[in-house]
Antibody
Framework: EVQLVQSGAELKKPGESLKISCKGSGYTFPKYWIAWVRQMPGKGLEWMGIIYPDDSDTRYSPSFQGQVTISVDKSINTAYLQWSRLKASDTAIYYC??????????????WGQGTMVTVS | DIVMTQSPDSLAVSLGERATINCKSSQTILSTSKNKHYLAWYQKKPGQPPKLLIYWASTRESGVPDRFSGSGSGTDFTLTISSLQAEDVAIYYCQQYYSPPPWTFGQGTEVEIK
């Protein structure tokens, strides 16, 4: 079964750092882009950025450039989203997602279950 | 960045009736080389991740009921639920995935039962 499994919920204080994860299984992980999507409480979906595990090519939305870091460890089929200094406004659910086409960009057919990050 | 604008923000439809959601892109999302529109539709229910319904503007994802259909061209696209069922209550998002990133979402349309 193709799936993305994300790390568990986090409760952090402002100014702390955080790294959440997204582990892929059931497919050739290095050959599919992995994206991160934010949903703030009561708000819509926001596309944050995307990484290609095979060569770590990373693209960010201008809204999130410099605010987060996306990385990957293809040896363990895991992508990461990290913050160096959290703010209360980072409180949200974060989803990772995989496009429906190998080695290229496309619609997201596989999603992680989401990681709730609370900064308070 | 390409801006995606959905309308309406919410709609209430009777069970068995048609629901129509519109999505407009601020610029073309058509690949002339592939002759495909880089437009997807997702269904989002509380406590669940988004679910892909439609991609390439009109291709239904495997397992999605055929009451869901996508259409449109140029910069105007539509998601239609032909006969609304109770389980279709959700928020629906369009998204463009036309290079280069960011691949923006619409603001969402909430569908409820009248």
């Amino acid at each position: 079964e193709v799936q993305l499994v994300q790390s568990g919920a986090e409760l952090k204080k402002p100014g702390e750092s955080l790294k959440i994860s997204c582990k892929g299984s059931g497919y050739t992980f290095p050959k599919y882009w992995i994206a991160w999507v934010r949903q703030m409480p009561g708000k819509g979906l926001e596309w944050m950025g995307i990484i290609y595990p095979d060569d770590s090519d990373t693209r960010y939305s201008p809204s999130f450039q410099g605010q987060v870091t996306i990385s990957v460890d293809k040896s363990i089929n895991t992508a990461y989203l990290q913050w160096s200094r959290l703010k209360a406004s980072d409180t949200a659910i974060y989803y990772c997602a995989r496009p429906n086409m190998v080695s290229t960009l496309g619609a997201f057919d596989i999603w992680g279950q989401g990681t709730m990050v609370t900064v308070s | 960045d390409i801006v995606m604008t959905q309308s309406p923000d919410s709609l209430a439809v009777s069970l068995g009736e048609r629901a129509t959601i519109n999505c407009k892109s601020s610029q073309t999302i058509l690949s002339t080389s592939k002759n495909k529109h880089y437009l997807a539709w997702y269904q989002k229910k509380p406590g669940q991740p988004p679910k892909l319904l439609i991609y390439w503007a009109s291709t239904r994802e495997s397992g999605v009921p055929d009451r869901f259909s996508g259409s449109g061209s140029g910069t105007d696209f539509t998601l239609t639920i032909s006969s609304l069922q109770a389980e279709d209550v959700a928020i629906y998002y369009c998204q463009q995935y036309y290079s280069p990133p960011p691949w923006t979402f619409g603001q969402g349309t909430e569908v409820e039962i009248k």
